[in-house]
């Protein structure tokens, strides 16, 4: 490896997963010589079936203390690292970014960062289990049926392969992430909210997936696009008929390998001056 890259890749997962959704991701990366951290978020650390038995330690996490959780870990490191997210994993990773944190982001399947507009009626449909009842579900952790996480993760899978992911990866998702997202266009204190012509932050690789239905292509799309404003690093690759749980189904190892390689070619050796 290359001693003036990044050795050092966090990934950041997503709702309605943890960091058990990385485990290719973490084996693959860490057989190409990087030391790979995929930190819970706070409140979260535990395995699938703990996660799901007891949802107390995380019912309430709002965006900030999630963010702020990862800015902790990588301001620690002893040098800027990569960032990936997934989901909104990878809109963590835009405010990071937008903090002056990490020496290159890869923000896949992303969900809106404040001033992203689109909202896809699939989009809609993903998320109605929790915003179908805020009074309930705003302080509380949500699972998703398997039909949910099939419609809304697995599309592109069998109802087998589905039922094998949901079992393995899929965890109650705190209803609060959710709304907050939802809302961000409203609020102009949002934990989301970015400056998209920040010329200081690190490059930026926007990864979509062209059947996703949680973040469809449009929603990715737009999001490059007022990234794209600055004068910063940014790009846009699709990877067509893939789903939104494309770190995992079938064909993985092509997105991650584009991202690290991305991300590897792309990453800044020194944070900006001032």
Do not use: C
């Not at 997503?14 to 290719?24: D, F, I, R, T, V």
């Not at 909210?193 to 010329?199: E, G, L, M, T, Y």
Request: hydrophobic fraction near 40%; charge should be negative; glycine fraction near 8%.
């Amino acid at each position: 490896m290359n001693s003036d890259r990044p050795d050092t890749i966090v990934l950041i997962h997503g709702l309605w997963m943890s960091p058990l959704s990385w485990e290719h991701w973490v084996e693959r990366y860490s057989a190409a010589g990087y030391q790979v951290l995929a930190p819970a978020w706070p409140g979260m650390e535990g395995t699938v079936e703990q996660l799901r038995a007891d949802t107390s330690s995380y019912d309430r996490i709002g965006m900030t203390d999630v963010i702020d959780h990862y800015a902790d870990i990588i301001e620690k490191l002893e040098a800027p690292p990569i960032v990936m997210g997934h989901s909104f994993g990878g809109a963590f990773t835009e405010v990071l970014l937008d903090r002056g944190l990490g020496a290159a982001g890869v923000a896949i399947d992303p969900a809106p960062v404040k001033g992203v507009l689109s909202l896809p009626l699939s989009t809609l449909r993903s998320a109605f289990p929790v915003l179908d009842n805020p009074i309930a579900n705003t302080h509380k952790a949500v699972m998703l049926s398997p039909a949910e996480f099939h419609y809304a993760f697995t599309n592109t899978l069998t109802d087998a392969e589905s039922e094998a992911a949901y079992q393995r990866y899929a965890v109650p998702g705190p209803g609060r992430i959710l709304f907050q997202g939802a809302l961000a266009n409203f609020n102009p204190h949002a934990a989301t909210r970015v400056d998209f012509h920040n010329p200081d932050r690190a490059p930026l690789l926007v990864i979509g997936g062209g059947a996703d239905h949680i973040v469809p292509p449009s929603v990715s799309k737009e999001s490059a696009d007022r990234f794209g404003k600055s004068s910063a690093v940014t790009e846009y690759k699709e990877f067509a008929g893939r789903s939104h749980f494309t770190v995992g189904e079938p064909g993985w190892e092509a997105v991650a390998d584009y991202a690290l390689s991305w991300a590897a070619e792309h990453a800044r050796t020194a944070l900006p001056s001032g």
